[in-house]
């Protein structure tokens, strides 16, 4: 693989069973452009980020990719990782994967042939929409839902965010994930194999390039949650490919009949276009990490049991509003409406009556106890007590100026060894006053008085 001058991904790696790091991330930081502000620290949903030495530091175990750091970063300073555009190059035969909001960034677009014309333009050699994948996604969701073969409410695991919250912060929740492959992963394999069927070209040969929207989906091909190895060869940002695509796509006259994906397709760009294609009144749809969080809470109270479907998109809007798009989510989804307005409502279906193996998740999904305190839970139990007290002597401020984003969090983070309770300013100003005040009462009763180091000890009456 070529590796991008501003850093691309790692190798991949080549053998099924090759073990790869557990908490790969696209989301990282650039320390030279970090001036340690508190924005992201106060805006990541999982606690993720702490300043230490003046710079930001992201706890890979917790991070789950969401890229709000990178929204709020007045710096530049978080970045998200993807493959370089002339990754195509390498392989022998390429195949474009472009998701479904890539074809709702563009002005004017009547027709979603004229995006994959314009791809191959670009010297892709086949264009296989993952509009298409989602069809039969959605097809195999509701054969699951009405046959009674999954638990619900199902949880949609299209977005790599929310199954990676799911995986560190709401274990209950795991058994309730839809157990499909994504649409990418599913639309990498198939592209893969019928490539290769087609062309006899070797598999390996074959780059399954992923046109993404978003960290999350990037780093979920180097580190996939459910497969040893990802269908997707690379991710390469939609923000990379639009300033040529959109050049290309310019060369287009009247586009032939190219595009292989309908209404329902399109529709999983935004939030709640996957839920509608399920075809069931009592689902509930959320945009928005924060959102998002409350959604899965309720549902650990038990307080969503009469709803069937469950779709949680950790970007604004949906996909749209992923960090490495370019345009507006809400304007984005206007035109994602009016795109599809005139498509048939769906191409793609599963033949049969059965769901098909290939499908399904390869691997489950295995929860990571990274919020455990201590593995013995009597130990856990006092670890907590002694968190509440310290939260109890900080002021409650949540003010971040310890580099911990609130006070509960640098209790947590003393407790387990990363901190200490003068990182607090307000502690360290009280204990700087109190040894003030011991030093004027020194000072004033004549020991600390100048020329005396041994004064003489009050006379007797």
């Not at 090759?18 to 991330?25: A, C």
């Not at 706890?59 to 709000?68: A, P, Y």
């Not at 309720?298 to 992923?322: Q, T, W, Y």
Request: proline share 7%.
């Amino acid at each position: 693989m070529i590796r991008a001058s501003r850093g691309a991904f790692p190798p991949r790696p080549e053998k099924a069973g090759v073990s790869v790091e557990k908490f790969f991330h696209a989301v990282t930081l650039d320390k030279d452009k970090c001036l340690g502000c508190t924005n992201c620290i106060k805006r990541c949903p999982t606690s993720a980020i702490r300043v230490r030495d003046g710079k930001a530091r992201i706890l890979k175990e917790r991070c789950v990719d969401c890229g709000e750091c990178i929204r709020v970063c007045p710096h530049h300073a978080k970045v998200a990782l993807s493959d370089p555009l002339y990754i195509i190059e390498t392989y022998d035969y390429s195949i474009a994967l472009p998701a479904p909001s890539l074809f709702a960034q563009f002005n004017n677009l009547e027709d979603p042939a004229t995006v994959v014309e314009g791809l191959l333009r670009m010297g892709f050699d086949e264009v296989f929409e993952v509009a298409q994948a989602a069809e039969l996604v959605s097809d195999a969701t509701r054969r699951l839902i009405d046959s009674g073969a999954v638990k619900t409410p199902v949880i949609s695991s299209a977005c790599p965010t929310i199954s990676q919250l799911i995986r560190i912060r709401f274990p209950n929740l795991i058994d309730h994930l839809l157990p499909l492959l994504t649409p990418a992963e599913l639309a990498g394999k198939m592209a893969r194999e019928q490539a290769a069927k087609r062309t006899g070209i070797a598999p390996e040969k074959i780059g399954t390039v992923f046109i993404t929207p978003c960290p999350a989906k990037a780093a979920s091909i180097v580190s996939p949650l459910t497969a040893e190895k990802s269908h997707l060869s690379a991710a390469v940002a939609i923000k990379d490919v639009y300033p040529v695509l959109v050049g290309k796509m310019k060369e287009v006259g009247e586009p032939r009949d190219l595009s292989r994906a309908g209404r329902i397709g399109l529709s999983w760009g935004s939030s709640g276009g996957e839920a509608s294609a399920i075809l069931v009144e009592d689902y509930l749809a959320a945009d928005g990490i924060e959102n998002c969080i409350k959604v899965l809470s309720d549902m650990e109270d038990e307080k969503l049991n009469h709803v069937s479907f469950v779709e949680l998109d950790a970007c604004p809007g949906g996909c749209v509003g992923g960090v490495l798009t370019v345009e507006n989510p809400y304007l984005a989804m206007v035109r994602l409406k009016s795109l599809r307005r005139y498509l048939p409502v769906s191409r793609n279906r599963i033949a049969g009556t059965e769901v098909p193996e290939t499908f399904r998740w390869e691997t489950g999904i295995q929860y990571e106890p990274v919020m455990r305190l201590d593995p013995d839970l009597t130990v856990a139990l006092e670890k907590m007590d002694r968190i509440d007290a310290l939260t109890k002597r900080f002021p409650g401020l949540d003010c971040g100026s310890c580099g911990s984003p609130s006070c509960r969090a640098l209790a947590e983070d003393i407790v387990r060894g990363y901190s200490t309770e003068e990182a607090c300013v307000f502690v360290l100003r009280d204990e700087v006053q109190e040894i003030a005040a011991s030093l004027s009462r020194l000072s004033a009763s004549g020991v600390l008085a100048k020329g005396k180091e041994n004064p003489e000890p009050p006379k007797q009456s």
